[in-house]
């Protein structure tokens, strides 16, 4: 028999991104904001409201991939009016390579020794998804999630 020969397709296919992150609300110190930017490793940036002047007691755990990173205090970088206490604190984690895309991370606020925040699952898919939902960077993120995708086919 014979076959025709097609041409190699050089157009990507869209991913499939619809993770959704969710949180419930039930601790004071809550999760604020969180932002997304990509170097050399995909950094997230969680910022938590937190209304005392000293932030040494406190402990931010991010776990990723079966390993907890630890922030603390001093590692905090202040957002916002620092004079009122009505601040904001902001922890840059960027321990997280392109494979990783769709993992699932945790985050939680410690003070003393103690979770004093809820724990917050989340992936930058669900990010992702939540800012695709309100029209914001659409081609930007869907081709951050392509490239995740690609670079875990070929890095395993």
Do not use: C, H
């Amino acid at each position: 028999p014979t076959t025709e020969a097609t041409e190699p397709t050089t157009e990507a296919t869209e991913p499939t991104i619809e993770k959704v992150n969710t949180a419930t609300k039930t601790a004071s110190n809550q999760l604020y904001q969180v932002n997304l930017g990509v170097e050399d490793a995909v950094q997230m940036q969680f910022t938590f409201r937190l209304k005392v002047e000293d932030y040494s007691q406190y402990v931010v755990k991010i776990t990723a991939n079966g390993t907890t990173y630890e922030y603390t205090g001093e590692s905090f970088i202040p957002q916002g009016d620092t004079s009122t206490l009505k601040k904001f604190v902001t922890v840059v984690f960027d321990k997280l390579e392109a494979v990783n895309m769709r993992d699932e991370i945790t985050v939680e606020l410690w003070q003393n020794g103690a979770k004093v925040s809820d724990t917050y699952t989340m992936s930058i898919e669900g990010f992702a998804t939540a800012s695709i939902a309100k029209g914001e960077n659409v081609n930007l993120l869907k081709s951050m999630i392509a490239y995740g995708d690609s670079a875990k086919v070929s890095l395993g």
